[in-house]
């Protein structure tokens, strides 16, 4: 009886031990089975087509080219491959332009060769009408409807996931958006960082230390959406008023709170690097006649190189995943950042704004997934950059 | 010390007159900025704490802290979603507590060290550095869509549990490590098997600084936003909620909504500057207890 109760937990705390390592399976494959599902969306809106006239020999546009058709940023076919002709486009909202109700008939039942029939007599028409209306014999020309392609979504210049007939997947605009954010975040919290990790660890009496690590333990407890509430009653107007700025929130407003955030992070494993620094190597350096300033500087930083780079490798993952206070600060404009004062817009914060009125199972929930496949691989990476930095460290000073 | 070794009389001819004298400003110099950067750095702390204290404490009543908001948000207290986040507390620490711990005590205890600790002790720390909003898209995943709990407390308890999970491992594991081997042997040398040692000896011994840990990851998951947008929360549910299957309302789900959405911000203000209060209260209480803990831990220490 007692061994089996032995055994019996000895499994469940087996089990147990493996919880993480499944979760971290679990998250990938779900995030991938949802996020891999928007490559074989297709770039037109389901069950809709781009109907075209029959001499137009057009047959594909990237989605970035049907966006720009329909907002009248092209505005003639030889952009696309055709001769000089305007380009009319033609949305099922424009029909009570071209027809009256009465051709149309009472239950729309012309409608669908109606279109046909103006698209026929339009030669520099594209029109974007369901699949199932256009008459069989109709003779257009469609645009053929391919699936979206990875490189448009990764390296794409424009987020426009709500855009029709086709929305713009590409995610560019909020990598380089997180990317910018999280670096100044950090070259904001790097000097802050390390001087008040050298000051408790080396320099600052008990008393004091007493006193600043439960300070930095608070910064680390205070929740993110508080940072963010103050960031946004506090930060932005005052940005705007410094900088002169049409709206204070800015890439700036974000990165200065993901410092204060960082900065826990940074400190706190700063710190317990220089204290493990062995005790032989700071007296050694003592006895040659080196100040304390020049045993800190010329002899613990560098030995404890290796724990302060990974502080500052963890908090630049604390700064990229960071969801809340940035969605609430940075003024969400999804494009690629120039300057630090301008809105943009994270990987996170994108998630956190637009998956509540995304549709389940549509592209734009998918490739929300798919943000977070991308969000999760950085961080994973940014954690075994941490293992091997460390890892390093030990073999040095052993 | 240092005093005595800069204090050194540059005996030797080679060094340039005036070194230590340099040497001795320098160092001045370079710890009067730390010392700046590190004031500055608790003056931030308490500039964020004072303010919401002073724009938030007028706000407090009893009525603040009992009612349900009213007219749009605009008015009322916040009640429902101080017990949606006391019972999203509650709701992870049934979900990580007991496999976090157990978890802990493999890894200190049975699992033979090298490749699988470390290999388990990778992944943990790898879990740890996932980000809260992953955390809510997979909840919503698997939680809310896969097993069909829609947006319900549980959802919520269950992707908040997982996220608080690496903390109440890591702690355990630590707190155990420190116990030195021989009391373990001890316990086995008097014909304890190694469960009876672990229940009655290890698992006594390492309490006081386990229960720290759970406590700091409670008050880790108070302020999580992001895991719930899409798992539990709701932006008005005045009720308590009746099941575990009900959405709820939380503290910082209500805070980011009132005071980045809604019918009149202005109004909503004072209402966020409150609620920013009481989250700050519940983190506040979370570490002087956590702190309370550990000195208590350190005192039995020093007694022994």
């Given at each position: 009886m007692k061994r089996v109760l032995e055994h019996a937990v000895r499994w469940l705390l087996t089990a147990s031990g493996f919880v993480t390592s499944a979760v971290i399976l679990l998250i990938i494959g779900f995030l991938f089975t949802e996020g891999a599902g928007l490559f074989r969306e297709h770039v037109i809106e389901e069950g809709y087509v781009l109907a075209l006239n029959r001499d137009n020999p057009v047959k594909e546009m990237s989605a970035a080219e049907i966006k720009a058709v329909f907002d009248e940023?092209?505005?003639?076919?030889?952009?696309?491959?055709?001769?000089?002709?305007?380009?009319?486009?033609?949305?099922?909202?424009?029909?009570?332009?071209?027809?009256?109700?009465?051709?149309?008939?009472?239950?729309?039942?012309?409608a669908g060769s109606a279109i046909a029939g103006l698209v026929s007599s339009h030669p520099g028409m594209i029109a974007f009408?369901?699949?199932?209306?256009?008459?069989?014999?109709?003779?257009?020309?469609?645009?053929?409807?391919?699936?979206?392609?990875?490189?448009?979504?990764?390296?794409?210049?424009?987020?426009?996931?709500?855009?029709?007939?086709?929305?713009?997947?590409?995610?560019?605009?909020?990598?380089?958006?997180?990317?910018?954010?999280?670096?100044?975040?950090?070259?904001?919290?790097?000097?802050?960082?390390?001087?008040?990790?050298?000051?408790?660890?080396?320099?600052?009496?008990e008393k004091v230390r007493n006193f600043l690590k439960p300070?930095?333990?608070?910064?680390?407890?205070?929740?993110?959406?508080?940072?963010?509430?103050?960031?946004?009653?506090?930060?932005?107007?005052?940005?705007?008023?410094?900088?002169?700025?049409?709206?204070?929130?800015?890439?700036?407003?974000?990165?200065?709170?993901?410092?204060?955030?960082?900065?826990?992070?940074?400190?706190?494993v700063a710190e317990d690097a220089m204290r493990n620094c062995p005790r032989s190597l700071r007296e050694a350096s003592l006895a040659l006649g080196a100040t304390k300033w020049q045993t800190i500087s010329k002899v613990v930083i560098p030995s404890s190189m290796s724990g302060i780079a990974s502080g500052v490798v963890l908090g630049i993952g604390r700064a990229v995943g960071e969801t809340m206070?940035?969605?609430?600060?940075?003024?969400?404009?999804?494009?690629?950042?120039?300057?630090?004062?301008?809105?943009l817009r994270t990987i996170p914060a994108t998630i956190a704004a637009e998956l509540g009125e995304a549709p389940a199972g549509g592209a734009h929930y998918q490739s929300l997934f798919l943000l977070?496949?991308?969000?999760?691989?950085?961080?994973?990476?940014?954690?075994?950059?941490?293992?091997?930095?460390?890892?390093?460290?030990?073999?040095?000073?052993? | 010390m240092d005093r005595n070794s800069t204090g050194v009389k540059a005996g030797s001819p080679s060094y340039?007159?005036?070194?230590?004298?340099?040497?001795?400003?320098?160092?001045?110099?370079?710890?009067?900025?730390?010392?700046?950067?590190?004031?500055?750095?608790?003056?931030?702390?308490?500039?964020?704490?004072?303010?919401?204290?002073?724009?938030g404490a007028g706000v407090i009543s009893w009525d603040f802290l009992t009612q349900a908001p009213s007219d749009g948000m605009t008015s009322g207290g916040i009640f429902p979603a101080i017990a949606g986040t006391l019972l999203l507390m509650l709701g992870s620490a049934i979900v990580a507590f007991p496999i976090g711990i157990m978890s802990g005590v493999y890894m200190n205890e049975y699992a033979s060290k090298g490749w699988v600790v470390s290999f388990i002790r990778l992944m943990t720390n790898n879990l740890s550095g996932v980000p809260s909003i992953v955390f809510g898209l997979f909840g919503m995943a698997l939680f809310v869509k896969y097993l069909g709990f829609g947006d319900s407390i549980i959802a919520g308890s269950f992707t908040l549990g997982l996220l608080s999970l690496p903390l109440v491992i890591r702690t355990t594991e630590e707190a155990l490590k420190d116990i030195p081997a021989g009391i373990r042997e001890g316990?086995?040398?008097?014909?304890?098997?190694?469960?009876?040692?672990?229940?009655?000896?290890?698992?006594?011994?390492?309490?006081?600084?386990?229960?720290?840990?759970?406590?700091?990851?409670?008050?880790?998951?108070?302020?999580?936003?992001?895991?719930?947008?899409?798992?539990?929360?709701?932006y008005f549910f005045p009720q308590l909620p009746s099941s575990v299957f009900d959405q709820c309302m939380a503290l910082p789900y209500h805070l980011y909504v009132i005071s980045t959405s809604g019918t009149d911000l202005e109004a909503q203000q004072p209402i966020a500057y409150g609620t920013a209060l009481v989250l700050i209260v519940i983190v506040l209480a979370i570490n002087l207890l956590a702190g309370f803990f550990r000195s208590l831990f350190e005192k039995r220490l020093k007694m022994k």
């Open positions: 940023d092209i505005v003639s076919w030889k952009d696309l491959g055709w001769k000089d002709i305007p380009v009319e486009t033609f949305r099922l909202e424009d029909i009570g332009r071209y027809f009256t109700e009465a051709e149309l008939g009472p239950q729309y039942e012309h009408v369901p699949e199932s209306m256009i008459p069989q014999e109709a003779g257009l020309n469609f645009i053929e409807d391919s699936t979206i392609s990875f490189s448009e979504v990764i390296a794409g210049p424009e987020w426009f996931p709500t855009a029709t007939p086709a929305p713009l997947f590409g995610m560019w605009p909020l990598l380089a958006g997180t990317l910018w954010v999280s670096l100044f975040a950090i070259l904001i919290a790097l000097p802050f960082g390390i001087s008040i990790a050298v000051y408790m660890a080396e320099v600052a009496s300070v930095i333990e608070l910064l680390n407890g205070i929740p993110s959406v508080v940072y963010g509430f103050f960031g946004l009653i506090v930060i932005v107007p005052m940005l705007q008023r410094v900088f002169g700025l049409p709206v204070g929130e800015s890439g700036l407003a974000g990165s200065l709170v993901l410092a204060i955030m960082a900065l826990p992070t940074i400190v706190t206070a940035v969605l609430m600060v940075t003024g969400n404009a999804a494009v690629v950042p120039t300057t630090i004062l301008e809105p977070g496949v991308i969000l999760f691989f950085i961080t994973f990476f940014i954690n075994l950059c941490v293992e091997f930095i460390s890892s390093r460290g030990k073999v040095r000073n052993s | 340039p007159s005036g070194y230590s004298r340099r040497k001795r400003r320098s160092q001045n110099a370079a710890f009067a900025v730390f010392r700046i950067l590190s004031i500055f750095i608790a003056a931030v702390l308490f500039a964020i704490l004072g303010f919401i204290i002073w724009k316990s086995l040398a008097l014909g304890a098997t190694k469960l009876q040692t672990i229940w009655k000896v290890v698992l006594p011994m390492g309490m006081p600084r386990i229960i720290t840990g759970l406590i700091l990851s409670l008050g880790r998951v108070s302020g999580e936003t992001a895991p719930i947008l899409f798992t539990c929360a709701a």
